[in-house]
């Protein structure tokens, strides 16, 4: 080994990368949820992070966004630091981590995307109201704009949930699981919106556990288990030996060759 | 309604309503993030806030008592979230733990010392003198426009009112902070609101209710007005702001009905004398909540048979 | 002898170690009765069954007269506060069930009413001509001023049933508190061993009434189960252990309370309780402040340290100052940044143990033991000797020891 000093003040993280990452650990309590995780999404992909149940797959968009602290690492959303470029980005956090019992409409919940835009006291304008209602139109939801969000069905919710992130006209979005527990219908429209982000050049980033999907919607991949097992485009990381890495016994073989054969 | 009405009646009405809608408002959000009993929390305090500031002054004047609360219950919201945080306790017992001890010690000191002289004990800081806060100046609706007649006035009237505006103005100004980290905390911290700020400042201002109402109206009605109305009124309708109305006036209705059935209610019913309006008035926001628990339309849990329809 | 240590070995006069036995045995029953509540999450339940009490105390008292005694009797009294706490709880478990309130809206609006419906009463009363002198205001805070030996006797005695209860259903109310799940599973009826707790709890409270008071027997039910946690992390350890903390506030706090004038029984026993909990807030081994703030930071070494020999047996630049200056310190790297020997050979180590955990995951496919990797679990701790050099030898080539 040559005599190279380790020390580098130097940037080491792309700044090109929506989303970058370095030696990110976040832990409950003495138990890591993530082990220095490094990681670069590229710029107008469509980029899937997975892994199995309590991988840290979650953990990973919360930290990242700052939600939770971290014992160690940094993190870059467009080469700078994430409380600068708040305004360009979108999280969609997971259905289940909010109170839907909470008497508001699904309209509101989608202003609640363009507060950054309108402020915090300046009246709700005709224009703004518009645009709300058009976003909840892209997700198909635009008759049930006036409904209490608890009274809709899951797929429904979640569709609000993006229209809210559609709202925020974000140049990265984070989503968490937006597929859980929804509906056929659901899940397609979902994806029709989120490639259509990407053709305007958007950037998404979004936790998925279904691997059979991943092929098809997804452009570059991160398999996660506590560290990074494996990162890149597709093609060359969704193989056989990466799964089974990150998923261990919980896949079985003839499971992983119908995956990877689909993937190839 | 003549002259006795304003004299007697009118003062501790208003105050009354004042009170109750100060507590109220902030209530809803309370209840809203599952915090309904800070409240309850931030009224036992109030006592061992008072008797400090009673031993370090020596005076019951009105200054050093609202400080010595407005600490007290400071001082109780900062142990809850640390005993919550470092002692990794679920917030209910957390707060159970704070609120009953500072409560203990308060009845201690306010026993080891010498009160008797002065207007200050337990009985008071729960019921409040709601009663006594009468206008004696007043000869008839007429005093509303005499200088010297609102001069004399009780200074909880305009104490508790003031409170109530600005609580009212601090509702409208933050409404989408409040009710997107009340919703969302999650997206609300990503597009970079200071959520914990705003939490704090909710309870800062619930505290400010609850110590600016106390004096006045007793712990009693401070905590069934944080709980009863908001409660009542999240039945009533599946929307914030009109969930905001409703409470208003079910704080309204009870601070009024409460009042006048403790003070004429026992006429009525052929006794002497009066009960306590302070009960009375908790007592009326329970009826109500029970007939919103009952028929309230929006009642039920979301895919509960009882459930609102939709709008 | 000083008066305290007088009071603390019974002797104090007759009554003043019957006070004492009583609040001992009834700090047992509330620590080992509220235990279960807090396990259950629902400690601040106790706050509304106190509150609930007093239109209970107050109805009793107007009945008793009514019906031509003199009202003060402590037994009717307590019945009659025992009916309207249960009505109390009823009434928060039918808006938890009926309606969409949470339990704590449905607790905060119980205790409120109920109170403020009790407070009617005692106006009420004041108002009747025997009302005067009936004393109720002392369920407010307790008092054992004016305590009669049958009183003292119905303390101490109800608190042994209590306790003699809670040794009866142990088991079912542990299984419950813990995992009421799982307790339906093995055919526990967890809605009549809750109730069987809120009935434990409604014991304690209504018996507490006279010597603490309904406001303070609140804390009794919680504060000992919480202090109690910071020492056990095993649910019928914490049990116990918070009742033997309930039993020690309770007659350390009587033994002061009669050992000097102006110190009323009920706060006393209170600040005991919570002089208790705050040394073990602070102190406790595993769970105390101090110990987890010490965790805490030798964790975030650990983590950084393996990160760095991580990064070193990559050759990776490192930029953050916390690692720079662990590994520095202990000689892993040269204040210029180069490896030292030492940090070479102990990066070659971190980096074979990564690649046999990586080995780990593809051929054993027991994700109990490979999902115990965390980053910091050595290897040797997970899987025998045997199975290493396994791994080892599917990694094949040798000189893998020697790093890069």
């Known amino acids: 080994m040559a005599e190279i000093s380790l020390v580098d003040t130097r940037n080491a993280l792309d700044p090109a990368s929506p989303l970058a990452v370095r030696g990110l650990t976040v832990s409950y309590g003495e138990k890591p949820a993530l082990f220095s995780l490094d990681a670069t999404f590229p710029a107008g992909a469509m980029s899937a992070i997975v892994g199995p149940n309590g991988a840290g797959k979650s953990t990973f968009l919360k930290a990242a966004l700052g939600l939770i602290p971290r014992v160690s690492g940094e993190v870059q959303v467009f080469g700078r630091d994430v409380d600068r470029v708040r305004d360009r980005i979108a999280y969609v956090p997971q259905r289940a981590s909010v109170d839907w019992d909470f008497p508001t409409t699904a309209i509101d919940v989608v202003l609640m995307g363009l507060y950054g835009q309108i402020g915090l006291w300046r009246r709700i304008s005709g224009q703004y109201k518009a645009r709300a209602r058009a976003c909840l139109d892209r997700v198909g939801m635009g008759e049930f704009a006036d409904r209490q969000i608890g009274q809709l069905s899951g797929g429904q919710q979640q569709r609000v949930f993006l229209a ?25 429209a979902i994806i029709d919106v989120l490639k259509s982000l990407q053709a305007d050049g958007r950037s998404i980033v979004a936790v998925h556990h279904d691997l059979s999907t991943v092929p098809d919607y997804f452009d570059h991949v991160m398999l996660v288990n506590l560290r990074r097992i494996a990162e890149g485009p597709v093609r060359q990381v969704f193989t056989a030996a990466a799964l089974s890495e990150t998923y261990g016994g919980r896949l079985g073989a003839t499971q992983i060759d119908t995956l990877t054969l689909q993937g190839a | 309604m003549g002259a006795e ?67 007290a219950a400071l001082v109780a919201v900062v142990l809850i979230e640390t005993v919550r945080r470092l002692g990794k306790i679920e917030p209910g017992a957390a707060m159970g733990v704070v609120f009953t001890a500072l409560f203990a010690g308060g009845v201690l000191l306010l026993e080891q010392s010498d009160t008797s ?97 106390f004096d006045a109206v007793g712990s009693i009605i401070v905590i069934a007005m944080f709980i009863c109305p908001p409660a009542a009124a999240r039945l009533m309708t599946n929307r914030l702001s009109m969930q905001v109305a409703w409470s208003i006036a079910f704080a309204v209705l009870s601070a009024v009905l409460g009042y006048v059935l403790a003070g004429y209610g026992p006429i009525w019913l052929g006794a002497a004398g009066s009960v306590s309006a302070a009960g009375m008035v908790a007592a009326i926001s329970g009826v109500i909540l029970l007939l919103a628990c009952l028929f309230g339309p929006a009642r039920g849990r979301v895919g509960v048979a009882a459930g609102g329809e939709a709008p | 002898m000083g008066p305290f240590l007088e009071a603390l070995t019974f002797q104090a006069g007759y009554n003043a170690a019957l006070v004492a036995i009583g609040a001992a045995l009834l700090g047992f029953a509330a620590g080992a009765g509220g235990s279960f509540l807090f396990l259950r999450k629902r400690a601040l339940v106790s706050d509304a069954v106190a509150h609930a009490t007093l239109p209970g105390v107050g109805i009793a008292f107007i009945v008793m007269v009514a019906l031509g005694g003199d009202g003060r009797s402590l037994w ?111 055919g526990v ?3 009549r061993v809750d109730l069987a707790m809120m009935g434990l709890v409604l014991a304690v ?97 650990r983590v950084h340290r393996r990160q760095g020999l991580l990064a070193l047996s990559r050759a990776e630049p490192i930029h953050d100052p916390l690692t720079l200056r662990i590994l520095r310190r202990e000689d892993l790297i040269r204040p210029d940044g180069v490896a030292t020997d030492t940090g070479r050979a102990a990066a070659a180590k971190v980096a074979r143990d990564e690649r046999r955990w990586s080995i780990a995951r593809q051929l054993h496919h027991d994700t109990a033991l490979t999902g115990r990797y965390d980053g910091l679990t050595p290897i040797e701790q997970v899987f025998t000797p045997d199975e290493i050099t396994h791994f080892d030898a599917a990694i094949g080539g040798p000189n893998l020891a020697g790093g890069t």
């Open chain 1, 164 to 188: 809210r992130a559609l709202a925020q006209e974000a140049d990265l979005f984070l989503l968490d699981e937006p597929f859980a527990g929804v509906d056929a219908a659901t899940e397609r």
């Open chain 2, 5 to 71: 009405f304003v004299q007697f009646s009118l003062t501790p009405i208003l105050i009354g309503i004042f009170a109750a809608i100060a507590c109220a408002l902030p209530g809803n959000f309370l209840i809203l993030r599952r915090q309904a009993l800070i409240g309850d929390a931030i009224s036992h305090v109030v006592l061992p806030g008072i008797v400090v500031a009673f031993l370090v002054t020596g005076t019951t004047a009105t200054g050093p008592m609202l400080l010595g609360a407005a600490g």
């Open chain 2, 117 to 213: 002289s002065v207007h200050l004990d337990v009985e008071h800081a729960l019921m409040g003198n709601l009663e006594q806060l009468i206008w004696l100046r007043a000869d008839g609706w007429g005093s509303l426009v005499d200088p010297v007649a609102l001069a004399a006035l009780p200074p909880e009237l305009p104490r508790m009112a003031i409170v109530a505006v600005i609580i009212m103005v601090l509702t409208v100004l933050f409404w989408r902070p409040l009710k997107l980290t009340s919703f969302d905390e999650g997206f609300a911290r990503a597009i970079g609101l200071p959520v914990n700020v705003i939490a704090l400042g909710l309870v800062a201002t619930a505290a400010a209710a609850a110590v600016a109402a």
């Open chain 3, 76 to 186: 009717g009294l307590l019945i009659g506060s025992a009916v309207s706490a249960w009505i109390g709880l009823l009434a928060v478990e039918w808006m938890v069930r009926r309606t969409r309130l949470s339990e704590d809206a449905a607790i905060g609006a119980i205790l409120s009413v109920f109170f403020g419906l009790g407070i009617v009463l005692l106006t009420i009363i004041q108002g009747m001509s025997r009302g005067r002198q009936a004393g109720l205001e002392d369920f407010l805070l307790g008092s054992t001023a004016g305590m009669l030996f049958q009183d003292a006797m119905l303390i101490a005695g109800g608190g042994a049933l209590v306790v003699a209860a809670i040794w009866l259903l142990r088991r079912p109310m542990t299984l419950v508190a813990f995992d009421p799940a799982f307790a339906a599973a093995r």
């Open chain 3, 189 to 191: 009826n967890v809605r």
């Open chain 3, 205 to 301: 409270t209504v018996i507490g009434l006279k010597l603490v008071g309904l406001i303070l027997i609140v804390a009794l039910l919680i504060i000992p189960p919480v202090t109690a946690r910071f020492w056990s992390q095993r649910a019928e350890t914490v049990v116990w252990t918070a009742g033997c903390i309930g039993a020690v506030s309770g007659w350390v706090g009587a033994a002061l309370s009669a050992s000097a004038p102006a110190l009323p029984t009920g706060p006393i026993i209170v600040l005991v309780a919570a002089g208790l909990f705050a040394l073990s807030l602070l102190f406790a081994p595993v769970r105390g402040v101090a110990a987890s703030l010490m965790a805490r930071r030798a964790f975030q070494r």
